[in-house]
């Protein structure tokens, strides 16, 4: 897709209400791809779980892309982002049976969410040529013609899907090196998406406890999974989140900061989120079971995924080692397999404990290398 954008004058770009309404949509989408985690959380079943989630992703990030080049305080792209929303509402239903009788409805519903998003920037030049068109010429395709075939090739042929989606911002990495991307309301964008997820680790919390005795045990597992979602809360909301804005304003090319940082970086933070979300539900129930290594890799190793993101993101922003988080995620996927013989209760302290630790472990040194830096303005520390 080649094009300048529309702007919006000197003053900083913000989120709509119609986007924080259509975000509403992927509060349950995403409720409904942590129930699919729930029900199969073997290796087959985090292959399936991610295959429907990627194009529930991607709808999202088309929408918030087209509106953030874009000013969308207008009917028709009002009208148009609610459009999106209701065929993500589609998605969402055809979740739970999408790899049984719904997945046409899957299949369909996405097709209809990319051609809206391509009708919405049709007059853009060269938007046929690009991810958008991609969505609508490819991807669609696939996933509709998927959702006709049986199990096995209807695997496949979503999973070539969501790789085509993936892909297409590096496919088309040239034609988008002219697109101006408002730097406030993206990082401001993928936040409130983060958050959504991270919701879902509460809802994942609750609705374990709700019709549980809440003895003492109990309630000692609900506030060491409330410590955990918290933690991770603040890994992002607290350490990250400002460098995150701060890369894009200063990028040469804030094409390569959306493309590495938000649309490929937020969907690893997010999987890890719904994986501890899920993981949440296995053990705050019952706090002296004994997990099975499918509960605990999905608690350590969500938060595992979460933790080497964040070294990730910021070897893409500054070229630098996050050195803290690193050691944390190989010192949680370390210690995964002698938490299958513990009882739900000590999985999760232990847990908490970890996330605790690094936290204020990054506060000190990000406490420190505000004293070294000194002058105000220097760039935020992740």
Same mark, same amino acid.
């Given at each position: 897709?080649?094009?300048?954008?529309?702007?919006?004058?000197?003053?900083?770009?913000?989120?709509?209400?119609?986007?924080?309404?259509?975000?509403?949509?992927?509060?349950?989408?995403?409720?409904q791809?942590?129930?699919?985690?729930h029900?199969?959380?073997?290796?087959?079943?985090?292959?399936?779980?991610?295959?429907?989630?990627?194009p529930?992703?991607?709808?999202?990030?088309?929408?918030?892309?087209?509106?953030?080049?874009?000013?969308?305080?207008?009917?028709?792209?009002r009208?148009?982002?609610?459009?999106?929303?209701?065929?993500?509402?589609?998605?969402?239903?055809?979740?739970?049976?999408?790899?049984?009788?719904?997945?046409?409805?899957?299949g369909?519903?996405?097709?209809?969410a990319?051609?809206?998003?391509?009708?919405?920037?049709v007059?853009?030049?060269?938007?046929?040529?690009?991810?958008?068109?991609?969505?609508?010429?490819?991807?669609?395709?696939?996933?509709?013609?998927?959702?006709?075939?049986?199990?096995?090739p209807?695997?496949?042929?979503?999973?070539?899907?969501?790789?085509?989606?993936?892909?297409?911002?590096?496919?088309?990495?040239?034609?988008?090196?002219?697109?101006?991307?408002h730097?406030?309301?993206?990082?401001?964008?993928?936040?409130?998406?983060?958050?959504v997820?991270?919701?879902?680790?509460? %809802?994942?919390? =609750?609705?374990?406890? +709700?019709?549980? @005795? #809440?003895? $003492?045990?109990e309630?000692?597992?609900?506030? &060491?999974?409330?410590?955990?979602?918290?933690g991770?809360w603040?890994?992002?909301?607290?350490?990250?989140a400002?460098?995150?804005?701060?890369?894009?304003?200063v990028?040469?090319?804030?094409?390569?900061?959306?493309?590495?940082?938000?649309?490929y970086?937020?969907?690893?933070?997010?999987?890890?989120?719904?994986?501890?979300?899920?993981?949440?539900?296995?053990?705050?129930?019952?706090?002296?079971?004994?997990?099975?290594?499918?509960?605990?890799?999905?608690?350590?190793?969500?938060?595992?995924?979460?933790?080497?993101?964040?070294?990730?993101?910021?070897?893409?922003?500054?070229?630098?080692?996050?050195?803290?988080?690193?050691?944390?995620?190989? %010192?949680?996927? =370390?210690?995964?397999? +002698?938490?299958? @013989? #513990?009882? $739900?209760?000590?999985?999760l302290?232990?847990? &908490?404990?970890?996330?605790?630790?690094?936290?204020?472990?990054?506060?000190?040194?990000?406490?420190?290398?505000?004293?070294?830096?000194?002058?105000?303005?220097?760039?935020?520390?992740?």
């Amino acid at each position: 897709m080649s094009t300048t954008g529309e702007t919006e004058g000197p003053g900083e770009k913000r989120v709509t209400w119609a986007e924080l309404y259509f975000d509403l949509v992927f509060v349950f989408a995403i409720t409904q791809v942590s129930g699919l985690l729930h029900h199969q959380h073997d290796l087959t079943g985090l292959v399936r779980a991610l295959v429907v989630f990627v194009p529930v992703y991607w709808c999202w990030v088309g929408t918030t892309v087209q509106a953030n080049i874009r000013d969308v305080e207008n009917p028709r792209d009002r009208l148009g982002i609610l459009l999106v929303g209701l065929a993500g509402l589609f998605m969402a239903l055809a979740i739970p049976a999408a790899y049984g009788r719904r997945g046409l409805l899957l299949g369909a519903a996405y097709w209809l969410a990319r051609v809206v998003l391509l009708l919405l920037l049709v007059r853009l030049p060269g938007v046929w040529s690009g991810p958008y068109g991609a969505g609508v010429l490819v991807s669609g395709p696939l996933l509709l013609a998927g959702g006709l075939l049986s199990d096995g090739p209807r695997l496949a042929l979503w999973a070539a899907a969501a790789l085509c989606d993936l892909a297409a911002p590096l496919v088309f990495r040239r034609r988008l090196a002219t697109v101006t991307y408002h730097p406030a309301h993206m990082p401001e964008r993928f936040a409130l998406f983060l958050l959504v997820a991270l919701g879902e680790s509460i %809802v994942g919390i =609750g609705a374990s406890a +709700a019709g549980a @005795r #809440l003895d $003492a045990a109990e309630l000692t597992a609900v506030a &060491a999974a409330f410590t955990i979602s918290a933690g991770l809360w603040w890994q992002y909301f607290v350490f990250a989140a400002d460098a995150m804005r701060h890369a894009v304003e200063v990028a040469d090319s804030r094409r390569d900061v959306v493309r590495r940082i938000f649309q490929y970086g937020h969907l690893a933070l997010a999987a890890g989120v719904i994986g501890v979300a899920v993981g949440f539900e296995e053990t705050v129930a019952d706090p002296w079971q004994t997990l099975g290594a499918g509960s605990v890799a999905l608690l350590y190793g969500g938060c595992g995924l979460y933790l080497l993101t964040f070294g990730y993101t910021r070897w893409m922003m500054f070229r630098q080692v996050s050195t803290t988080r690193i050691v944390a995620a190989v %010192v949680v996927l =370390g210690l995964l397999p +002698a938490m299958v @013989r #513990l009882p $739900a209760l000590a999985v999760l302290v232990t847990l &908490a404990g970890l996330l605790v630790l690094l936290n204020a472990v990054e506060h000190v040194r990000v406490v420190r290398a505000a004293a070294d830096a000194g002058a105000a303005g220097a760039a935020p520390v992740e």
